[in-house]
């Protein structure tokens, strides 16, 4: 049983860039979430999928912002146009709807630098 | 809106000894979750500890219990017999029952440091 695992680790970008990160959600799991951590705070929640349908995004997710799940499996975020604001950790999660407690598991991060 | 509230921003204990991260939040809700989340330096979170709501008993997982107090909520975490692999940010979070989406609300955290 893989954890979850995302990809880049680290990404380093000029401001005005996109960047995208991608997110492998333990496989038999259903529900993915996309946090977004700065440093010194705790995660922020940013999107959830269930399946394939993205069910809640936060107001922190704004226009430049955009999370996919095409087939229920993986998931990209892409941020557009990169702001220095942007520069933080951005964590994956995912769980198994039905279970009482439904435990999300983490991924190890992506940390986006923006210069 | 929930929140999870972490006062202590830095703790520290010596090796074989106890130690109690303070977390309380604010809901509405009667039903909900409660977690400990590890987080090692740059590694990934872990889950250390987790309460049902409904439950009067406090969980516990080895080394590490907690001591839930609905009425208060206040939900502090007990780490006995310190190890130094201990040493992390530790995490309080809180999901609702109802939240079909299951979202966790995280506090701001305790960067907990073990002495030899």
């Known amino acids: 049983d893989t954890g979850v695992s995302q990809d880049p680790r680290h990404k380093i970008t000029k401001r005005g860039q996109n960047v995208t990160f991608r997110c492998d959600p333990i496989?038999?799991?259903?529900?993915l979430y996309w946090y977004r951590q700065t440093l010194g705070q705790g995660p922020e929640f940013l999107t959830y999928?269930?399946?394939?349908?993205?069910?809640?995004k936060s107001r922190l997710l704004s226009d430049r912002f955009s999370a996919e799940r095409p087939k229920g499996s993986f998931s990209t975020l892409e941020i557009q146009r990169t702001e220095q604001g942007d520069s933080a950790m951005y964590l994956c999660?995912?769980?198994?709807?039905?279970?009482?407690?439904?435990?999300?598991?983490f991924g190890p991060g992506t940390r986006l630098t923006v210069l | 809106a929930q929140t999870v509230t972490q006062s202590q921003p830095e703790m520290s204990v010596q090796e074989a000894e106890t130690v109690t991260l303070s977390c309380t939040y604010d809901?509405?809700?009667?039903?909900?979750?409660l977690f400990w989340y590890k987080q090692p330096p740059s590694r990934q979170m872990i889950l250390v500890i987790r309460?049902?709501?409904?439950?009067?008993q406090n969980a516990t997982e080895n080394r590490f219990s907690v001591n839930f107090q609905k009425a208060a909520k206040s939900f502090s975490l007990k780490i006995s017999d310190s190890q130094l692999g201990d040493a992390a940010m530790y995490f309080c979070?809180?999901?609702?029952?109802?939240?079909?989406?299951?979202?966790?609300?995280f506090g701001q955290g305790t960067e907990l440091s073990v002495k030899p």
């Open positions: 979070a809180y999901r609702g029952f109802y939240n079909q989406g299951g979202k966790l609300i």
């Open positions: 999928f269930q399946n394939e349908a993205q069910l809640e």
């Open positions: 999660a995912s769980s198994r709807s039905g279970l009482p407690t439904d435990t999300q598991y």
């Open positions: 809901t509405s809700e009667s039903d909900y979750y």
């Open positions: 496989s038999e799991h259903n529900r």
């Open positions: 309460q049902e709501a409904y439950k009067q």
